[in-house]
């Protein structure tokens, strides 16, 4: 039987101590079982705690290698769909450069600051970003919506999202996730915000950090941070904003990929400055 996260959250110390970099065990069981956390990387296992760890990283390595599985299908269905369109027509509406290599047509299209070259069966990735099937699936699945529009200029929740209910939790723990790693860090979030890439905004109030970022050509992202304030009994706060047509470029779950991403590269340790696209 696989083990649950309440298992797991029975058997950890329940301190709330911080040290595996989430701010409570309950947060910490969720992402060991969720999203194959390093369990280890509370200092404080023992007993019971302990006994479990093989058995989670073995759901861990089964969960990875279904995991893989199903991006190789989500990737050929994908790739099948963009396969009739014309590269060429679509490349001014989705922001990208049309180009051709040997009789294969492919679009150049801004990510994060790195430019990547998506063919229609295969994405190059420049030899400085590391390759991710599902930054893949994300590009596949802009290029189908076709580009056709322009992004609406107001700022809406992903949980005012049509269908968004189920995935919502979800966004609402990253959001979680970087607010307590950059409590007490609003400079630091400033600073490797702006070595994203990211441009200052005015938009939230009172929020120390109002960063808006272009991950990709059409879909733009809005990060606002609060800082704790533990007199007031508040704690560090993120929210992550986006345009209000982004479903016309992207779908539910690509979005929440794009928004991990994100994450990964503010959170990442000696993250290096990506080139400016
Ligand atoms: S390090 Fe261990 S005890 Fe501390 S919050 Fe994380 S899981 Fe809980």
């Given at each position: 039987m696989a083990?649950?996260?309440?298992?797991?959250?029975?058997?950890l110390p329940r301190t709330n101590c911080g040290e595996c970099g989430?701010?409570?065990c309950l947060a910490?069981?969720?992402?060991?079982?969720?999203?194959?956390?390093?369990?280890?990387?509370?200092p404080y296992l023992s007993g019971e705690a302990l006994r479990l760890a093989e058995q989670v990283k073995g759901q861990q390595e089964q969960g990875v290698g279904r995991r893989r599985e199903s991006l190789a299908i989500a990737l050929e269905a994908l790739q099948e769909k963009v396969a009739p369109l014309d590269f060429a027509a679509l490349a001014p509406g989705l922001g990208a450069l049309a180009g051709e290599s040997g009789g294969r047509p492919f679009l150049e299209?801004?990510?994060f600051g790195h430019r990547l070259t998506v063919f229609k069966d295969q994405v190059r990735y420049p030899p400085e970003a590391a390759a991710d099937p599902w930054d893949a699936i994300l590009l596949y699945n802009y290029i189908a919506s076709q580009g056709a529009?322009?992004?609406?200029?107001?700022?809406?929740?992903?949980?005012?999202?049509?269908?968004?209910?189920?995935?919502a939790k979800t966004m609402a723990r990253l959001e979680g996730k970087l607010a307590d790693h950059f409590a007490g860090r609003a400079e630091e979030l400033r600073q490797r915000s702006l070595a994203l890439g990211?441009?200052?905004?005015?938009?939230g109030e009172g929020a120390q950090v109002q960063m808006v970022f272009q991950p990709l050509p059409k879909l733009p992202v809005l990060l606002l941070f609060w800082e704790a304030e533990p007199e007031e009994g508040f704690q560090a706060q993120a929210h992550l904003l986006l345009d209000n047509r982004v479903l016309d470029f992207l779908d539910l779950e690509s979005i929440l990929f794009l928004v991990e991403r994100l994450l990964g590269h503010l959170m990442e340790e000696n993250e290096e400055r990506p080139e400016n696209g």
């Open positions: 083990i649950t996260v309440l298992e797991l959250f029975k058997v989430v701010s409570t910490f069981a969720t992402q060991v079982i969720k999203e194959g956390e390093d369990l280890a990387k509370c299209i801004p990510y529009g322009e992004p609406g200029g107001t700022w809406i929740a992903y949980k005012t999202l049509p269908n968004s209910v189920s995935k990211g441009g200052p905004a005015q938009v």
